[in-house]
């Protein structure tokens, strides 16, 4: 079983810049493949950004190249670094971790967009 929490989320400027952090307890954190989808009322559940147990990561290309997706095991701890931020960019943001046929995810953190 894993737990996920998601924060950092909140209301930035179109440019700015916002880290969002993903805490997990309860499970061998390392093993999950982990990522971030993101979902605002327009439209279905995304995929922003994943990375595997090996650190292999991919991203969706409306965020390639202005968002850092990493990992820190010790801490049982992802991140999202998302800079250049778009108004077009706001939706909530959850946090998922998978492996075989285990699937969790967190409550969602909002990121607002906006002047």
């Known amino acids: 079983q894993v737990q996920l929490v998601e924060s950092g989320g909140g209301l930035v400027q179109p440019g700015g810049s916002l880290r969002l952090s993903c805490a997990a307890s309860?499970?061998?954190?390392?093993?999950?493949?982990v990522g971030w989808y993101r979902q605002s009322p327009e439209k279905q559940r995304e995929l922003v950004a994943d990375?595997?147990?090996?650190?292999?990561?991919n991203y969706a290309h409306s965020v390639k190249g202005r968002s850092t997706i990493d990992r820190d095991n010790a801490k049982k701890t992802m991140y999202l670094q998302m800079n250049s931020l778009k108004p077009e960019d706001t939706a909530v943001y959850y946090c998922?971790?998978?492996?075989?046929?285990?699937?969790?995810w967190g409550k969602g953190t909002l990121v607002t967009v906006s002047s």
């Open positions: 990375i595997t147990s090996g650190g292999r990561t």
């Open positions: 309860g499970s061998i954190f390392s093993m999950y493949a």
């Open positions: 998922n971790a998978h492996y075989g046929l285990m699937d969790y």
